[in-house]
């Protein structure tokens, strides 16, 4: 007597396959919009800057050639700012790792029950825009302002120190403007990693900087990773804080390219520069990527 043998499929299978098509109908508009809304005015603001342009009358003529791209890279004023932007952003970077990684380790690792209200210490700063902190910046760096004059009286220094309009100052605010993303990106990593991993290294003789190089960075470097590319980008594209604590001389990418879109009318050019600025900070976040991956792997 033969038996029939059933091939019956696994139960997970089928629900599984309804679920993926849940998430792909939760996700498919936004998707959609999102996709739209950021290629659209990319392809758009490309194909301007492969187009003519007219001073006398400030106006675009269509056509397709590359001088917008040779005329930015064959002038020293469009790459230096281009240097400048690169070097303002790379030291931004170094100094918000710095700064937030220990803060990161102690929001971590603190059992204390105010440990929201530390979180929220340091996610209050982006509830107030770039512009009003640059502007606070400006009162304190000014050559009246809270540093100088606290100096003054102190005797300390006999004229003001020229604080404003450098370098020095368009770095500072940066980092007071990213260090909040850098701070949140370690610490939620940071709080992934088994303390008990750390307390063996410690049971086993490794002093503490041994154990932060061995231990806590290699654990840690996806959180370094997401930091340092966000810290990166934002600086490299920041506006507010180099136009208002750099002035009219510090030249950085974002103001260039608003400047050359309002004031010269130039969209062909500004559309240049904007893509050599997109171009510029994809490469380098990509870059870093590949590094610290591979250098997690080895």
């Not at 758009?44 to 675009?60: E, G, P, Q």
């Not at 990509?286 to 610290?292: K, Q, S, Y």
């Amino acid at each position: 007597m033969s038996q029939a043998v059933a091939i019956v499929e696994p139960a997970g299978v089928p629900r599984r396959r309804g679920e993926g098509l849940t998430a792909s109908a939760l996700i498919g508009p936004a998707t959609v919009f999102v996709a739209v809304s950021l290629f659209a005015p990319l392809a758009i603001l490309f194909r301007y800057s492969l187009n003519d342009f007219d001073k006398a009358t400030k106006t675009m003529i269509a056509a397709l050639t590359p001088a917008n791209y040779l005329r930015f890279f064959t002038d020293a004023y469009y790459t230096s700012a281009l240097a400048t932007t690169v070097e303002v952003a790379l030291l931004s970077t170094v100094a918000c790792l710095v700064l937030g990684f220990p803060l990161a380790y102690v929001v971590a690792r603190t059992q204390s029950r105010f440990k929201h209200l530390l979180i929220m210490a340091i996610v209050l700063p982006l509830f107030v825009g770039n512009a009003v902190r640059a502007a606070g910046w400006m009162v304190i760096f000014g050559n009246k302002g809270f540093v100088n004059v606290g100096l003054m009286k102190l005797g300390l220094i006999a004229k003001p120190l020229e604080i404003m309009f450098t370098e020095k100052a368009v770095i500072i605010g940066i980092i007071a403007v990213t260090l909040p993303f850098m701070v949140l990106s370690l610490q939620s990593v940071i709080e992934g990693i088994d303390r008990a991993v750390e307390e063996a290294a410690f049971s086993l003789g490794a002093p503490p900087l041994a154990m932060f190089r061995r231990v806590l960075w290699p654990l840690a470097l996806p959180g370094v990773l997401a930091g340092t590319i966000l810290t990166f980008i934002l600086a490299m594209n920041a506006y507010a804080t180099p136009y208002l604590l750099g002035g009219p001389v510090f030249k950085m990418m974002a103001p260039l390219v608003y400047n050359t879109f309002t004031q010269q009318s130039n969209w062909p050019f500004g559309g240049a520069i904007a893509f050599v600025l997109m171009a510029v900070t994809l490469t380098l976040t990509v870059a870093a990527n590949l590094l610290i991956q591979r250098r997690t792997r080895s």
